[in-house]
C-alpha cells in the first residue's frame, strides 16, 4: 500500500507562488489519476484540479488559468504549481490518488494535507 505525502505548503503573499507535490512511497506499480482538493476549516472540501494517467488535465473554474497540475511518473509524484494567489485561496490542500500496487491492486488514497497562507 502506498501513503501519499504533500509538501511545498506556506505562507505568500497575494500574488505569488507555490508548488505543491504530492508524493507517493510503498508498493506502488504506477499512480493513476490524481486529484487535488482544498478545505477551509468550517467549509466543505471541494476539488482543484486533476490529472489522468495519461497526462490530461482538468481544473476548477476558480483556478484555471493560475494553477497548473504536472505529473513526474519516475518519481511518483504530482505536482500543483499554484500562481497568482489570493487570499481566497488560503486553505489546506489535498491529494488523493488512485494507484496501482506492485500486486496489481488498484487503491485510493488521501494524504495528510498541506497548510497554504496567501496574506493580502
Do not use: H
Amino acid at each position: 500500500q502506498a501513503p501519499l505525502v504533500e509538501s511545498g505548503g506556506g505562507l505568500v503573499q497575494a500574488g505569488g507562488s507555490l508548488r505543491l507535490s504530492c508524493a507517493a512511497s510503498g508498493s506502488i506499480f504506477s499512480i493513476n489519476r490524481v486529484d487535488w482538493y482544498r478545505q477551509v476549516p468550517g467549509n466543505q472540501r471541494e476539488w482543484v484540479a486533476g490529472i489522468t494517467s495519461g497526462g490530461n488535465t482538468n481544473y476548477a473554474d476558480f483556478v484555471k488559468g493560475r494553477f497548473t497540475v504536472s505529473r513526474d511518473n519516475a518519481k511518483s509524484t504530482v505536482y500543483l504549481q499554484m500562481s497568482s494567489l489570493e487570499p481566497e485561496d488560503t486553505a489546506v490542500y489535498y491529494c488523493y490518488a488512485v494507484i496501482t500496487t506492485t500486486a496489481r491492486v488498484i487503491s485510493t488514497y488521501w494524504g495528510r494535507g498541506t497548510q497554504v497562507t496567501v496574506s493580502s
